[in-house]
């Protein structure tokens, strides 16, 4: 009986076969990263010591769009760099979200203008939940096991131990207006992270999902428009293609740290870091395509002399027939 694993990756890697016929575009020799910032903005925060923290956690709880960001970051940065950190939703109430346009229901109420098309239930890129899955999961410490790390393994260690206290807060769906006035529809960001730099500085990271239809039409220079605005505001803008997170989305949060500057290594450390296009996801044993789904679905395997990446069923069903 296939596995689970094997199906998916099957199943997947036809879908982005018959997009590329349909977009005519290279899809699966495209780079992971499709948009990246320019520069490293970091914003210096002003020094204030509260004596009480209740009203800045209430508000760093109820984060989710831009004034209430730099307001929490103006008022109670004290607090936030400390070591208080926002856990990511779970998988669950993401889905959720997703799917009943949370993030313009939250704009609506803060006073953006929304149609009330873009507030009902709607159908959305599942690039973004499989990215916010691998985040999460890498976040909560769940896919240790996806960095090979037995060879460096006190760097490896001291290296995430760095970024993890650095990032303050994930949020996801998160809203920004899209001028400077909230005449007009917002800016949904799919993650946004906000990283301590140095004392009394914050770096601001959106990560935003692309499907293969932004880049038709012109997308590519209305979304360098957009970038610079959001530049302008203080945000650096990280744009990731959707049918690589649907392939290997723990890869694409490995190279967001890595080009980010949050945990430089962390691609070095990934497992299947040396695969260069998505064609080149293949079961070494079975030579059926692979995605990593989830962080164990590629494993290393030595096969003769060799060492090759594989799937974790044909791994452990070589281990069970030997």
Known sequence: MEAQEIKRAVKIHDYIEKLEKLTSLSLKSSPVFL?????????????????CYEYVEQLYEDISEHDSLFKALRTGWGYINQDCKIVPNNKEQYFQQLNNSYAF????????LVPDCLLEKKQFCYGQYEAYYAMHEIFQSNALGVWSMKPDSHNFRHTY????????LITSQFVVPSSRH??????????LWVVSHNTNQVRLLGLEIAGENQFLNGGQSKTLRKNNYLK???????????????????????????????FPDATKYLIGSELNSIDEY???????????????????????????????????HREFIS
């Not at 229901?105 to 953006?112: M, Q, W």
């Not at 909230?182 to 993650?191: E, G, V």
């Not at 203080?234 to 290997?248: I, L, T």
Request: glycine content about 6%.
């Open 35 to 51: 948009g990246l910032p320019s520069q490293k903005l970091i914003l210096q925060i002003p020094e204030r010591i509260k004596p």
């Open 105 to 112: 229901r939250i704009a609506k109420e803060r006073g953006h």
């Open 161 to 168: 131990a760095e970024w993890y206290k650095n990032v303050k």
């Open 182 to 191: 909230k005449n007009s529809i917002p800016y949904i960001f799919d993650q």
């Open 232 to 262: 302008e505001l203080g945000y650096e803008m990280y744009q990731v293609a959707s049918w690589w997170c649907r392939v290997d989305p723990y890869r694409v949060i490995c190279e967001f740290l890595n080009l980010s500057g949050i």
């Open 282 to 316: 293949v079961c070494g044993i079975c030579s059926a395509p692979m995605v990593r789904w989830d962080w164990d679905w590629i494993q290393k395997c030595v096969v003769g002399d060799s060492t090759v990446l594989a799937h974790k069923h044909c791994v452990n």
